[in-house]
Structure formats: C-alpha cells, structure tokens
C-alpha cells in the first residue's frame, strides 16, 4: 500500500506538472501580447569628401521596425543653403558650396517611434577655379544605381536599382554625358514601373534648362584643346583627295543646274582642320563672357565653270557640298560636367548676273591662315564683338570664256563650324573665300577681271546659354580683304605665243615637267592646250596672262610613246607652239637598274629599280616573332615601279641636303659618316624630303608601308629574303 501510495503520488505530480502544457497555457516566462520593434536609420552618400562645390548624392537605408517609415527629415549641417538645409524626400541631394566639414542627420519616423544618424562630410577648397552651383544639380553619371535608358523627345527614362524612390523629383536639374549630353530641367514624374527584380523605372518629362541656370558662378574648363584631325574627317564617310589627310575632294560637285544656268567645280580640294576656342564664364546666374572662335589654315584649290544659255540672275543661297564633320569635345564647371560638338561644315554658292549666253571657267588657289569667331560680353551692356584676322596667299588661274555681254559671277566655297553644348546649338561660324569674274562687252570684250577675297559671318544663339534679354541671335558680318588675282584690259597690240622649250622627256624617276608659255608679242595673251594623249595632263590647261608655268605631267609608264602638246593663241588660231614630250616607259629601252643622284658636296644618293609585281603582306602562320597587327596575310599588287634607297640614308647624305646633324650630342651614336642617320622625326623626314626634291627637280617621298614590304621580301614567302 504504501508502495501504491508512492506510486500514486508520483503519477499525481506528472499529471498536474503537465496539466498546463495540455491545457496549452504559455510557459510563465512570455507575455501578454505581441512585440513592437523601434525604426533604425542608416543612410549611403555617394561621396564623403571632395572640394568646393561638392555635389552628394544620398540614399535612405533605414530598417522600418514593426511598421513602415511614415516620413523622412534630413538636415545637411549647410546653414548657407537656407532653405535647402532640410528635405523631406526619400533620396535627396545636396550641393556643398563651401569648404568646411558638415554633419548630415537623418531623421526617419513610424507609428512605433523614430530613429537619428549622423554622417560627417568633409569639403575643402577647389584647387582650381571656384565656382558655385544649384542646389536643383543631380549628375546622373555619378549616381551609381542609375542609369539613362531612352530619350523620346522631351521624356527621360531612366533606371533605378537602389533602395526606396528613385532620386528624381519635380524642379530637379538633370545633367549627363551620354550621347551629346544633356542638360534637362525635370517638369513633372510622369511614372514609376517596379520590375520583377525590384528595380524601377522612371519615366520624367522635361523642359530645356540652360547652364546659367544650373550655374551661379563658374568657368568653363575644357578637358582637352579642341582640333579636328585626320581621324574625324575619316570617320565622317567623305572622299579624301589623299588618304591620311584633310585634305577633301570637291571634284565633281555641282553648285547649282536649273533655268538655264549650270555651274561646277570641275577640280578642286579644300583643306580646313581648325582649332576650336570655347569659353563661357557665368557670374550672379546670368552669362558674362562667351567666346567661340576657330583658327587654322585654310587652303582651296578648285576651278568653277558657269555655263548660261540666256539671261538669268541668282541671288546668293548656301548648297552644302559634302557632309560634315563632327567631332565631341568635354569640360566642365566646377563639378557640373559639359558635353559640346563641334561640326564643321562645308557649304558652296554663287551670285550670278548674266543678261545673255556666257561661258566661263577660271580657278582659285590659295592658302589662307584665319582666325574667325566672336565674343560676347555682358559688362557694362551685352555687346557681341567680331575676332578676326587673315593671311591670304592667293593665284588664279584662267580664265577663258565665251561671251556675248556683261557678265558678274560671284563663287565661293565657305566652311562653316557649328559649336553645341548638351546637342543644342550655339555659335555658327561661316569662312567665305570667294572667286569674282566681271567681263564687259562694248559690243567686244573690252575688260575682265579675277579677284578673290575673303568675307566670315558670324551667328552667336547663345542656345543653352540664356538671357532674358536676347531676342533672335545677334549677327556679325567682318568683311576681308580683296585681292587681284587677274586683271586684262583691250590694250592695244598683237600677243605673240612662245614657249621657254619645245621638248620634254618622262619617265617613272621624273613624272612632271615646267614649261613657260609667254607674250613675245603686245597686249595680253590668252591661251589654250590640246593634248594628243589624255594620260599626259597640263595644269592649268587655259590661261590669260603674259607669263604662266605650266606643269606636264603623266602617272602611266606602262610603254614608251610620244605625246604633242599644242599651245594656241586664243585670239589668233594660227599663233601655236608646239610642244613633244617623250615618254620612257619601264620596259623596251627604260631606265637601268641602278641610279645614282649626286647630291651637294658630291655625296652619292644610289637608287635601285623596283620593278611592279605581285606578293602575299602580313605575316604567315606561325611567323617567329609576329603580331595579329600583321594579319591577315592578303595578296597585294603593285601595278606601277618606283625607285628605293639602296641603304638606310646615311649622315652623310643627310647633312648634305639639310646642313644639320640631330644626332649630335645624343648618346650611342657611330661616329662613321655612312652610318644610318639618327634621331630623325617624321616631321625631320618630310622636311628632308621637301629639300632635297627642291635641290634634284625630282619627286622624292617616303614609301608606303606595301612597297617597303614588297622590297624587303625580294620575292621571298619567308620571315627574311635569305630564308628563316
């Protein structure tokens, strides 16, 4: 009994010591109800430290606790921002105009309680110019979690891919590089699409901004000098009259072919690549200084043919030529990045009074260093002043004609630069060299003239530069110098046509001649040339004038022949000089093998005969010591002989034509006069050159990277000519 009685007692304790788990009551250590947790605030910047102005870009990372966070209160320690020293959004930003170090509180708030930290942001002084900038500023391209995504008309979309709004609201000045760039004012949110994989795209409508809205004070910095080269006009598609240059083919191009009147350039180039100088200064949001102005020289070559069967007039009116060349240029103010182009264009017209039939032909050489621009000022009044200046060396050539009346042509080729900031136009610059042609028939031709000169027009739209006060665009026109290029009156007397040879000889070594054709006669000479072969050209081939060297050229020695030239006198039929010119072709009787050139102080120059011929360029599989820049190997032909140096140029030669030793003083140079010459440049080789075709009457140049390799391989397939 007692035993059971144990035993029930034991069993009695289990029972009642479990009784509360069965019933399901809590354990005595929980509460009543359920447990409410405080906020935690915590914020990212995109930036702790940086000089004056420096623009922060930040990013709410606070935890909610139990409940959402209700409202968010920032204070960015920065009294001089008055009020944008506190905000309310989610993701705001703020600009540090001045040096110091700040303290940036976030507040955050729920149902439950609120939450505070504190973040130190260090600004010191800007080593380079001060500026002071909008508090509206957000650069998008330093917001890490954002990105630019399309652009229709005046709405931006971009994507977001950080925590909370995307940082983006009304009155927000947007600035980016992408593209041309961009400046934008945000007008209104117009919607907010959150993705699968929670990031969200925002979709602004936007409104023009200009820089002196987004600028208090601030300079213009641009990153680099601003020069068009060989690379942009290449990117551009035009026809380059030689490649690796500027130098633009006009040939061909028709300026104008209706009602009667046709006029072409039937040859011609025109050489622009300027240097660009743009700088904008802004002081008190409103623009003090702009500048805009392109230097270089200008060099055109090209002759104009107007043809009119009846009376006809034409005013002036721009054709654009060719298309243009682009090229991007980037700065900044302050911390606000700048995105600009420069376009440079090329436009063509004439001014015509023909008040019969009338056919004339004449040309334009010249070689013209410009400076063209403006400059604006706003103190004490905005005025816009002219930058100009002009060095031009100038020749005609022609003209020859047919006539039945006065006549007035007016021709000009204009390149024109166009800058834009952000892709909105700003100062157009436009160079006017032109050609006048003036004939006066009384009833016969009496008096004819040929002058060029230069005109530039300016345009200044400030564009993404506003003023208040600006209405339409302000206009400058800086008229240049004319200068006579040909100038014949009816004087009495007979022109008589001669010539100072009447035989010349080409071959592969010497593809051009000079001959001067002259008056032996009075009065004033015009003339013509007729050729019994087309391959054998004569520049100019007409000419008015009493004295004019002409060039006799020829590029094809397939064969020896004989080519006649006849000058005629224009007035008179029967006055011609008769010129032969012998041409000596590569094979059946051409040069020999070797040549030497003997230059001053009896130096020898020894040149050998390549002949033309077929090999395989670049490197072949397996190549020791090859690179993939020599790929891929591809069959070239050189359809034409030349002559190479039989050795490296040596110092000798060298202070021969130059007088000048570069090598001197430098370190592990031979001191043997027929050792190679050293510490050369390619701009040193293009002067060597220059000289010593003016010393020999030849056309030396250096050869092109095909020719060097087809010499060096000697008809060889292999690493070296000897094998290997």
């Known amino acids: 009994m007692e035993n059971l009685f144990r035993r029930g007692t034991i069993l009695l304790f289990l029972v009642l010591f479990c009784f509360p788990l069965l019933l399901g009551c809590p354990p005595p250590s929980s509460n009543n109800g359920p447990t409410n947790t405080l906020p935690a605030a915590a914020f990212a910047m995109n930036k702790t430290s940086g000089e004056a102005p420096l623009i922060v870009q930040f990013e709410d990372k606070s935890s909610p606790g139990t409940s959402s966070i209700t409202s968010w209160s920032w204070s960015f320690g920065d009294s001089a921002s008055g009020s944008a020293n506190t905000g309310a959004f989610q993701n705001p930003g703020h600009t540090f105009n001045n040096p110091g170090t700040y303290s940036v509180k976030l507040t955050v708030n729920t149902a439950h309680g609120s939450d505070s930290v504190t973040k130190q942001i260090t600004v010191t002084a800007s080593s380079g110019l001060s500026a002071v900038v909008s508090q509206d500023i957000r650069v998008v391209d330093e917001i890490s979690t954002m990105t630019l995504d399309s652009v229709s008309g005046s709405d931006y979309t971009f994507t977001y891919s950080g925590n909370g709004v995307t940082p983006i609201q009304q009155g927000d000045i947007l600035v980016g590089t992408d593209g041309d760039g961009y400046l934008r004012r945000v007008s209104s949110v117009k919607s907010i699409v959150v993705k699968k994989n929670g990031t969200k795209t925002a979709t602004v409508a936007t409104e023009f901004c200009s820089l002196n809205e987004a600028v208090e004070t601030g300079t213009l910095e641009l990153d680099a000098q601003i020069q068009f080269t060989e690379a942009d006009f290449e990117k551009s598609g035009l026809t380059m009259a030689k490649e690796g240059t500027t130098l633009i083919d006009l040939s061909g191009i028709t300026l104008y072919d209706a009602n009667g009147l046709s006029v072409t350039i039937p040859t011609g180039t025109v050489d622009f690549a300027p240097a660009m100088d743009v700088a904008v200064e802004i002081s008190g949001w409103e623009v003090s200084y702009a500048k805009a102005a392109g230097a270089g020289t200008l060099s055109l070559d090209f002759s104009v043919l107007v043809e009119a069967d009846h009376t006809v007039t034409v005013a002036p009116d721009d054709v654009m030529l060719l298309p243009p060349v682009k090229m991007h240029f980037a700065g900044s103010v302050g911390p606000i990045p700048v995105k600009g182009a420069v376009e440079l ?344 050159i220059a000289e010593l075709n003016s010393l020999t009457g030849k056309s030396f140049r250096l050869p092109t990277e095909a020719e060097w390799e087809y010499t060096c391989r000697a008809g060889t397939t292999t690493r070296f000519y000897w094998g290997g």
Request: one cysteine or more; a negative charge.
């Open 345 to 688: 264009s090329f436009a063509g017209g004439l001014s015509v009074a023909i008040p019969s039939t009338c056919s004339v032909e004449a040309g334009f050489i010249s070689a013209a260093d410009i400076v063209v621009g403006g400059e604006f000022t706003n103190n004490p009044s905005p005025t816009l002043t002219d930058i100009s200046s002009l060095s031009l060396n100038a020749s005609g050539y022609g003209p020859v004609w047919t006539y039945e009346a006065v006549a007035h042509v007016r021709i000009y080729v204009k390149p024109q630069l166009q800058v834009s900031f952000y892709g909105v136009a700003g100062p157009f610059i436009g160079a006017e060299p032109y050609v006048n042609y003036d004939m006066q028939v009384l009833p016969t031709l009496t008096a004819a003239g040929l002058t060029a000169g230069f005109d530039a027009c300016l345009d200044f739209p400030l564009g993404i530069l506003s003023a208040d006060w600006l209405t339409g665009t302000w206009e400058l026109s800086v008229e240049g110098p004319s200068y006579t290029l040909f100038e014949w009156t009816d004087e009495p007397g007979t022109p008589d046509l001669t010539a100072d040879t009447t035989s010349v000889s080409l071959d592969s070594s010497n593809t051009s001649a000079t001959v001067t054709v002259s008056n032996a006669g009075d009065g004033t000479l015009s003339w013509t040339v007729s050729s019994s072969d087309p391959a054998v050209t004569v520049t100019p081939s007409s000419y008015t004038g009493n004295s004019k060297p002409v060039t006799i050229s020829i590029d094809d020695f397939t064969e020896s022949h004989t080519v006649y030239l006849t000058f005629t006198n224009y007035d008179d039929s029967s006055d011609t000089v008769n010129v032969t010119v012998s041409v000596t072709g590569n094979t059946g009787g051409g040069p020999s093998e070797t040549e030497t050139i003997m230059l001053p102080g009896n130096v020898p120059l020894e040149m050998v005969r390549i002949e033309p011929g077929t090999f395989l360029m670049g490197r072949y599989s397996g190549e020791q010591d090859s690179t993939s820049r020599e790929d891929p190997r591809h069959q070239v032909t050189l359809t034409q002989g030349f002559w190479m140096g039989k050795y490296e140029l040596t110092k000798a030669q060298w202070e021969a034509v130059m007088g000048t030793a570069p090598w001197s003083g430098q370190p592990y140079v031979l001191d043997d006069p027929n050792s190679p010459a050293v510490y050369v440049s390619w701009n040193n080789s293009q002067a060597f």
